[in-house]
C-alpha cells in the first residue's frame, strides 16, 4: 500500500489510510465498483485479493453483454477499508473529485487469483448487488501497454440488475450531484 499512501495527502483528503495488508475473513472475498467523477469520469472495479483490493480503472464502466469488452487500467492496491469510502476529494489531491459506491458484493476466483493476476488472465463471478455473472481480466501485450487489461464479459445464466436506479450509490441511496453536495 506504499504507492496508494505517497500518492494521496491524508490532512486533506477524507479517503482512509488503511491498515496495513489485512488478513482477510472467512468468507468469500469482497469486489467493490466506485463511480469516480475524477478529472475523467471512470469506474473503479476493485478485487479482494491477500487483504488488499487489487484495482483498475474502467473508462467505459463494467461490460455487460456476453462478449463485450473494456480498457481496464490497473492503478495501485487500496486498502480494505477503501471498499466503504465514498465522498469527495478535494480538488486539486490525486483523484480529486466525487466517489459513489456504485456496485459491493462478492467475487469468486476461477482457478487461484493469485497465479491469474501473475500471468495476467483473470476469470471469475461476482456476486454483487448489481453485477452478476461471470466475467475476465486479460492483460494486454505490448511494451506501451503497461497495466492494460481488457474486462470481458462471458455467457452464462446470470443476469446483472442494472437499470432504474443505477444513477445512485448502493450504500447510501444518493446521487453523484447529491455526494459532491456534502462537500
Ligand atoms: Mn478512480
Do not use: C
Amino acid at each position: 500500500l506504499e504507492t496508494y499512501r505517497r500518492k494521496r495527502d491524508f490532512d486533506r483528503t477524507r479517503e482512509p489510510r488503511g491498515a496495513t495488508r489485512q488478513r482477510s475473513g472467512s468468507g468469500p472475498p469482497s469486489f467493490v465498483i466506485q463511480k469516480h467523477a475524477a478529472r475523467r469520469l471512470h469506474y473503479d472495479f476493485r478485487l479482494e485479493v491477500d487483504g488488499v483490493l487489487v484495482s483498475w480503472a474502467v473508462p467505459k464502466g463494467p461490460p455487460l453483454e456476453p462478449g463485450a469488452k473494456a480498457l481496464a487500467v490497473q492503478t495501485e492496491d487500496h486498502p480494505l477499508e477503501y471498499g466503504a469510502f465514498e465522498g469527495v476529494i478535494p480538488k486539486g489531491e490525486y483523484g480529486g473529485g466525487t466517489v459513489m459506491l456504485w456496485d459491493r458484493g462478492t467475487w469468486e476466483a476461477e482457478g487461484d487469483p493469485r497465479r491469474g493476476l501473475a500471468e495476467g488472465k483473470l476469470s471469475f463471478r461476482l456476486s454483487g448487488e448489481r453485477l452478476r455473472g461471470r466475467w475476465t481480466l486479460v492483460r494486454t501485450g505490448g511494451d506501451d501497454s503497461a497495466g492494460n487489461w481488457l474486462l470481458i464479459k462471458r455467457s452464462d445464466a446470470e443476469r446483472s440488475r442494472i437499470g432504474r436506479g443505477e444513477e445512485r450509490s448502493v450504500a447510501s441511496g444518493r446521487t453523484m450531484e447529491e455526494i459532491a453536495a456534502e462537500a
